[in-house]
């Protein structure tokens, strides 16, 4: 997770190949469920470039969509996804939480919130963190006063996660990969911990 800007796509690239590499099964996901997204169902590679320029939609439309949602994320997790793969998201489910502008969502947020605790559980929760200005100079899709708001949103998400890791996205990319890439290894797979940056 992490706020427009943070590096969330570059750095699951290369974690990715450097696990496959090493013969781990990897597969990586975008936040985008086929049915409630249909429109990026053809097109997973599709750049959202004015993410709060749309209106929201109605209370029954955002709730059907995070229930299609809902039930999507578990179809996955139980038929669809291998079982003993490695599922990397770029983004997930309580990013909405964060940012429901992005997401058009209309109703009380009490639902997402309700729904969210359905979801299905991540072995470990990655945060990229960075100043608001430091994200602001890679990516300007907000306003500065939205991403500073966000930065806080996503801190205070973060920390209510039993298993999470917060990386300085700040840091130069290599750095950044580095450490996300130790973050899975000691606390997913499970092999013999490296020194890093990383804390949770």
């Known amino acids: 997770m992490g706020p427009d800007g943070a590096g969330k796509s570059s750095v699951i690239r290369e974690v990715v190949a450097r696990l496959a590499e090493s013969g781990h099964d990897i597969k990586m996901r975008h936040l985008k469920p086929t049915l409630v997204m249909p429109q990026l169902r053809d097109n997973p590679n599709s750049i959202v470039t004015d993410p709060h320029g749309k209106p929201p939609r109605s209370a029954f439309l955002s709730l059907a969509k995070i229930i299609v949602w809902l039930a999507e994320e578990w179809y996955a997790r139980l038929f669809r996804d291998p079982k003993q793969a490695l599922l990397i998201c770029d983004r997930y489910y309580h990013d909405l939480l964060v940012d429901p502008v992005r997401y058009r969502f209309g109703a009380p947020m009490w639902t997402a919130r309700f729904v969210g605790a ?16 430091v994200l602001q100079s890679r990516k300007q899709e907000v306003a500065a006063e939205e991403t500073a708001r966000q930065c806080l949103a996503y801190r205070a998400f973060i920390r209510t996660r039993a298993k999470h890791v917060i990386v300085d996205a700040s840091r130069p990319l290599v750095e950044v990969i580095s450490q996300a890439e130790h973050a899975v290894r000691s606390r997913v797979l499970r092999e013999a911990p490296v020194e890093g940056a990383y804390h949770g």
Not at 118 to 133: G, V
Request: proline share 25%; net charge negative.
């Open 118 to 133: 359905l979801m299905p559980r991540p072995a470990l929760w990655i945060l990229l963190d960075a100043p608001p200005e």
